[in-house]
């Protein structure tokens, strides 16, 4: 009717965290997002990326219909074809494929999807025979994993209970603006510093360069970048030193293992104070609950599992580990097969073992969903080069990004606030299961990519259509939800009523509960997980003298936001910079430099240079330089493309040891003035570019 | 008495209301479904015209703007004669649950084959009324 308002809960797809959301809807058209209050994930809050999801919906650069390439391929030529020709030309492949016994050459690469969609490819790629299954996020949390693996045998993300400890201490996490679940953190963080009555929780953040997390911190301590590990190995001695009682079964393994980690040597490592470091270890032991937890640069290092494995360390000292205050764990965490399995196929690692397939020329047909490595892999790949080799490209996506550009044919998918899914967020102590429904009607003629596979799945025949014979991904989802209703010891017949209710409340869920959680876990081998290894890079230091830090924005994530124009006006919270890149310069590198605000510099790596306007920032290591991820797309639409600089095209392909994950911190770089000045538009005051005015040194 | 710059815009197609409200005597809820349910008496969909010219005067040229709009299933891009601006919040509903008629704000619609502004949609005209029958003139009644 009319004037009057429904509200749609659904779950938000703008990042990983998954944060349940309601969408306003009059007349037929989404006008608001807000978050659902019922959601477990993020308690009724949304960040502004969620906020933006309505400027996917209605965004001028839409595919929005089926394509077919007609031009030279990165030409960006493409044709309206109808569904059918495309679908037959398609099926046609993998059937051809598929009589010449090979498979393997049919790739799908992927984001890290979850719910009935992973179920649904996962059963495709079984039935078609193709153990190629890619999945690359730029926020994939594969170096916590595996820290957590060999510290808990749990290798997967856990919960944080960070509302009800007393002292949080983060290396590096950047938990308010992207660190796994921003939106859940923030409400946390809330609570943790005013959700209890007389008590305000304390909070130190540990990282070269003040992120908005850090702005919030009672203390910032600038560590030196890649040694976060070795910090927490220090404190960690000075703790046991001063109560040994805390390990008392195996003190003598931790004593042995952490000997060597003295404060003179943590100290000059670190290039932090020693009385700091032990005044922080004291903090965290005498404020228990106390929680460590890490992201950023300890995690980016390709030192980084050690890093995490020392910080876990620090938590099961204080004794929170599966304990109210820290670190919980879910109730269903992969096993280490399907870890294993996981590394394979998932993050860098499987990225890099596309890339190795593109390359060989063995990639007949390739799909492209949710996903864009041309962009967002690191330059030292190459993989857009790699991509071209593929005989024959399909994107699913919604917008011609920088991977989509190289397809030969587009089957545009619905946006999530068009289409049917579900969502099992990760990182949950509870088990939670949302539920994706369409705000409003399909006003493209755009089609949901499940339902494309079920309809490919048909005219391919054989093996893959027995193994998906639903006429639609609704069908398949709802039947799957009702075996589960079923299951839990319902009657079949209740269903359909209950499945409204689901729908009405946004899925489904059972109340958290933190119970102390006894893991079987590698705790008396953890002494021997923790030797500390200095960090290497791609770059010499002495040609390359800065520390190369990226950070993804809290408005366009790696670059997935950069079409949405409310996230490119959206201020940065600590820049104040709007619709631009810069590069973040302490004031003294910036004098030595003879570098002032606004001017344009080079930074150069080993595999590359990049220009962009300097930004003085005085809350960063004069050894190091700091970079915003996001922009400078080639494509993407009228809001992103040729804007600004995308920093990861000079970072080295160089991955960690025990993840596989992308050891982005490991470049290095050298700095120096561009011929010129840029026009940095900023938000914030222009203060220090009044002639004399200084107000931060 | 001209007091708005367009007072009888010209309309994607030439409707009448003369035709269809008196002399045809089509009640003005026919069309207007939503104003005794919802704060915006809604405008009629394409749907619900075509029910009708799908058959009737199909040939007479007027009849055949309406059905293309209908066979490309677009809405036809009526100009608004009674618009109030973004900052008032007016509620038809109420309104007409008051049991003010249509003819009080809207004049004589029956009688015009142009939609023309009967009434000068000042702040003080509705005022005077809301004095009258003590509806409320606290300034959040219509600007919340």
Not at chain 1, 91 to 111: C, H
Not at chain 1, 204 to 215: D, F, H, K, N, W
Not at chain 1, 362 to 368: E, G, H, M
Not at chain 1, 477 to 491: A, C, I
Request: a neutral charge; proline letters at 6%.
């Amino acid at each position: 009717m009319p004037g009057t308002a429904s509200w749609y809960p659904t779950v938000c797809q703008q990042c990983p965290a998954g944060c349940g959301i309601l969408v306003k809807v009059r007349e037929g058209r989404a006008k608001k997002i807000e978050g659902n209050p019922d959601y477990p994930v993020n308690m009724g809050k949304t960040c502004a990326r969620g906020q933006a999801g309505l400027q996917l919906l209605y965004n001028p650069d839409r595919v929005q219909g089926p394509m077919k390439l007609a031009g030279p391929r990165g030409s960006g030529g493409y044709q309206p074809i109808d569904w059918d020709e495309a679908l037959n030309l398609v099926a046609d492949r993998l059937k051809r494929l598929q009589r010449e016994g090979q498979p393997d050459k049919f790739i799908f690469l992927t984001n890290l999807l979850r719910g009935h969609e992973q179920t649904l490819v996962t059963r495709f790629m079984q039935a078609f025979g193709s153990p190629h299954h890619f999945r690359y996020d730029y926020f994939d949390y594969e170096t916590l994993s595996a820290a957590n693996s060999l510290s808990f045998g749990y290798p997967a993300v856990p919960d944080y209970d960070m509302a009800n400890t007393n002292y949080l201490i983060s290396f590096g996490a950047d938990f308010l603006e992207t660190w796994i679940s921003p939106v859940r953190y923030g409400v946390s963080f809330g609570q943790l510093r005013q959700g209890r009555p007389g008590k305000r929780g304390r909070f130190v953040q540990i990282e070269p360069r003040l992120s908005m997390t850090g702005a919030n911190a009672d203390e910032w301590v600038p560590i030196r970048p890649g040694r976060e590990g070795l910090l927490a190995l220090g404190m960690a001695r000075v703790i046991l030193a001063d109560s040994p009682g805390l390990r008392k079964s195996e003190a003598k393994a931790w004593e042995e293992a952490l000997e060597r980690y003295d404060l003179q040597y943590v100290s000059q490592t670190t290039d932090i104070p020693a009385e700091t470091i032990s005044r922080l270890a004291r903090e965290f032991i005498e404020n228990r609950p106390s929680l460590a937890i890490a992201g950023g640069s300890a995690a980016g290092d390709t030192n980084g599992v050690a890093n995490l494995v020392a910080i876990n360390a620090l938590n099961l000292i204080a004794g929170s580990v599966g304990t109210r205050g820290g670190i919980l764990f879910g109730p269903t965490s992969p096993t280490l097969k399907q870890a294993k399995a996981s590394k394979d196929s998932s993050g860098f690692s499987g990225l890099a073992r596309a890339a190795g397939l593109l390359e060989a020329g063995q990639v007949d047909t390739l799909f492209l969903h949710r996903t864009n490595p041309a962009f967002s892999a690191p330059g030292g790949l190459k993989f857009a080069d790699k991509l071209n080799k593929a005989s024959f490209i399909v994107s699913y996506s919604s917008f011609l990004d920088e991977s989509t550009m190289l397809a030969d044919l587009i089957l545009p998918d619905h946006t999530y606030l068009e289409r049917w899914g579900d969502d099992l967020p990760p990182a949950m102590s509870s088990e939670v299961a949302g539920l994706i429904q369409p705000a409003v009607e399909p006003f493209y003629n755009t089609r949901p990519t499940a339902d494309l596979l079920l309809a490919l799945a048909k005219r391919v025949g054989g093996k893959l259509s027995a193994a998906l014979p639903w006429e639609s991904f609704l069908d398949y989802l709802k039947g799957s939800w009702q075996d589960t209703y079923v299951k839990e010891g319902n009657r079949s017949d209740d269903f359909d009523s209950a499945w409204s209710d689901m729908l009405k409340r946004g899925g489904q869920w059972t109340e958290p509960r933190v119970q102390a959680q006894t893991l079987k876990a590698a705790h008396d081998a953890i002494s021997s997980q923790l030797a500390y290894q200095e960090p290497r890079f791609a770059d010499n230091e002495k040609e390359y003298p800065f520390y190369l830090h990226l950070y993804p924005t809290l408005a366009l994530s790696e670059g997935r936001g950069a079409n949405q124009p409310w996230m490119q006006e959206l201020p940065d919270p600590m820049t104040g910079v709007v619709w631009g890149s810069w590069v973040e310069i302490s004031p003294a590198a910036a004098d030595k430099l003879d570098i002032a605000e606004g001017d344009l510099v080079w930074v150069e790596s080993g595999r590359g240079k990049i220009k962009l306007p300097a930004h003085i920032y005085p809350a960063i290591r004069p050894d190091m330089i700091a970079i915003p991820l996001g922009q400078g797309h080639t494509s993407y639409g009228r809001y992103a493309k040729d804007r600004g600089v995308n920093p990861l095209a000079i970072v080295a392909d160089i991955s960690q040891e025990q993840s596989g994950a992308l050891a982005w911190a490991a470049t290095r770089v050298k700095v120096y003035k561009a011929k010129g000045k840029s026009r940095l538009v900023s938000l914030a005051g222009t203060a220090r570019e009044i002639a004399g005015i200084e107000i931060v040194r | 008495m001209l007091f708005a710059a367009n007072q009888a815009p010209e309309q994607p197609i030439a409707f009448s209301h003369k035709v269809h409200a008196r002399a045809h005597q089509i009640d003005c809820a026919f069309c207007h479904r939503y104003a005794w349910r919802s704060t915006v008496a809604g405008m009629p969909s394409v749907e619900s015209c075509k029910v009708c010219h799908i058959i009737i005067a199909a040939q007479r040229p007027e009849v055949q703007k309406l059905m293309a709009f209908w066979n490309q299933q677009k809405p036809i891009p009526w100009v608004k004669v009674y618009d109030l601006p973004d900052h008032v919040y007016f509620s038809h509903k109420r309104h007409l649950l008051a049991d003010i008629e249509c003819r009080t704000c809207h004049g004589d619609v029956a009688g015009m084959d142009k939609v023309r502004l009967a009434v000068d949609l000042k702040m003080g005209w509705c005022l005077n009324c809301h004095r009258q029958r003590e509806a409320g003139t606290d300034c959040w009644t219509c600007h919340n």
